[in-house]
Nanobody, 116 residues
Framework: QVQLVESGGGLVQPGGSLRLSCVAS????????MSWYRQAPGKVRELVAS????????NYADSVKGRFTISRDNAKNTVYLQMNSLKFEDTAVYFCNARFLTTNDWGQGTQVTVSS
């Protein structure tokens, strides 16, 4: 059974940093493309960053380029999202996603709130 458990969300001031973690189990983590998505109230879920299984190629939404960094540790079955220089508009629920061929699984999400 696939499980994705996110952690690391919280309340942070503008300009601050957070690191999200997603621990995976129940599947061959190293073979999957791992991504972070986010969904703000009243908005559609959007891709924030992704990292491939081979070569660790990364991709970022324009809105987070230069501020966020996605990484993975296959030995720990964990994907991370380092978020720096956080802005009000980064406030959202952040979801971990695992994708392989037609398989697409989601975590339960972790809330990130940027507020002064």
């Amino acid at each position: 059974q696939v499980q994705l458990v996110e952690s690391g969300g919280g309340l942070v001031q503008p300009g601050g940093s957070l690191r999200l973690s997603c621990v995976a189990s129940g599947f061959r983590f190293s073979a999957y493309v791992m991504s972070w998505y986010r969904q703000a109230p009243g908005k559609v879920r959007e891709l924030v960053a992704s990292i491939t299984s081979i070569g660790y190629t990364t991709n970022y939404a324009d809105s987070v380029k230069g501020r966020f960094t996605i990484s993975r540790d296959n030995a720990k079955n964990t994907v991370y999202l380092q978020m720096n220089s956080l802005k009000f508009e980064d406030t959202a629920v952040y979801f971990c996603n695992a994708r392989f061929l037609t398989t697409n699984d989601w975590g339960q999400g972790t809330q990130v709130t940027v507020s002064s």
